[in-house]
């Protein structure tokens, strides 16, 4: 499967944006899909994730952004979007849409090892 995310730019503190992850191929609907981060020079890290239907759609946060950001998935439209609200200067990062074929969310769905395909990044600047 290849991804697409787009959706990233400019906003100030307190702001939202909504950032969409493309998926080609019609097995979207079988994996388990995430978000993560990577803001200059640091290592990439897990924001949240989103089972397979079939797996019941659980979702899991981190920390960081529970309660601000809302993880959906559109499987007629091979979609996954990411809802930020409340945005901080520290949620400044390119972000990464990635695929698990397993479809559930595994014991390490936190590291990047447990994702098969990763799109390209999306870049999302918090002003202050």
């Known amino acids: 499967v290849q991804l697409q995310a787009s959706g990233g730019g400019l906003v100030q503190a307190g702001g939202s944006l909504r950032l969409s992850c493309a998926a080609s191929g019609r097995t979207f609907s079988r994996y388990a899909m995430g978000w993560f981060r990577q803001a200059p020079g640091k290592e990439r890290e897990f924001v949240t994730a989103?089972?397979?239907?079939?797996?019941?759609?659980?979702?899991i946060y981190a920390d960081s952004v529970k309660g601000r950001f809302t993880i959906s998935r559109d499987n007629a439209k091979s979609t996954l979007s990411l809802q930020m609200n409340s945005l901080k200067p520290e949620d400044t990062a390119v972000y990464y849409c990635?695929?698990?074929?397993?479809?559930?969310?595994?014991?390490?769905?936190?590291?990047?090892?447990?994702?098969?395909?990763w799109g390209q990044g999306t870049l999302v600047t918090v002003s202050s």
């Open positions: 990635a695929a698990d074929r397993d479809g559930i969310l595994s014991h390490d769905y936190y590291r990047r090892s447990a994702y098969d395909y």
């Open positions: 989103i089972s397979s239907i079939s797996r019941g759609n659980k979702t």
